[in-house]
């Protein structure tokens, strides 16, 4: 089946500081993927829609100043929170659409990454 | 998107079927019924996905109404490992999902 990786699982910064996150898909390529947010006991939360060669569509009230989407090919999406605080420590999610039926949403997650800022 | 209706949690034992409900009475006609379940600190993982027909894969099977309206996911005998919360999302198509709060499912000795 699919595999989406990401990059790091886990990371700890300081707050004011910007972190990169690496979202790969490892056996097929991927015009589009998406960033989820999960705060603890919480339900994934769609942030934005990262596109290959164009900008980023984010969902209301995702700031896109702060969170930077770079989907620079047809692999590879990175997610940067820049000037990171407390409040931004969270688990995020990528995903990428597989090749389904149209109408199909199956989507391939990857493992997460775990932001802590301290 | 359709909304979805999940309990918010359920208990099952181990080797026994699980059958979690979801209520989408909203569905629309060119609306898939899908299951995705994320392990603790995990990503969702796909499960299962439907448009009228009952389905089945290596993992589950999934029943759904002839009015559309509700559907089932069966896992036939569960194990511990499928301890997780499972999420039931009704999308038309364009990828965005939205997940709602799942329903906790428990798998005990």
């Known amino acids: 089946g699919a595999v989406v990786s990401q990059h790091p699982s886990w990371v700890i910064c300081k707050s004011g500081t910007s972190v990169k996150i690496e979202c790969r898909s490892l056996d097929f390529q991927a015009t589009t993927m998406f960033w989820y947010r999960q705060f603890p006991k919480q339900s994934l939360m769609l942030m934005a829609t990262s596109n290959e060669g164009s900008k980023a569509t984010y969902e209301q009230g995702v700031e896109k100043d702060k969170f930077l989407i770079n989907h620079a090919s047809l692999t590879l999406s990175t997610l940067t929170v820049t000037s990171a605080h407390p409040e931004d420590s969270s688990f995020y999610i990528c995903s990428a659409p597989g090749r389904g039926a149209p109408g199909t949403d199956t989507q391939y997650f990857g493992p997460g990454t775990r932001l802590t800022v301290l | 998107d359709a909304k979805t209706t999940q309990p918010t949690s359920m208990d099952c034992a181990e080797g026994r079927a699980a059958n979690l409900p979801c209520n989408h009475s909203?569905?629309?006609?060119?609306?898939?019924v899908y299951w995705y379940r994320q392990i603790h600190s995990q990503g969702p993982q796909y499960i299962i996905h439907g448009l009228k027909n009952n389905e089945t894969n290596e993992m589950a099977s999934l029943i759904i109404t002839e009015d559309r309206k509700s559907s089932t996911l069966i896992l036939p005998h569960a194990t511990l490992r499928d301890t997780a919360v499972y999420y039931c999302?009704?999308?038309?198509?364009?990828?965005?999902?939205?997940f709602g709060t799942g329903t906790q499912l428990k798998v005990e000795l």
């Open positions: 909203t569905i629309s006609g060119n609306e898939y």
């Open positions: 999302i009704v999308t038309g198509g364009g990828n965005k999902l939205t």
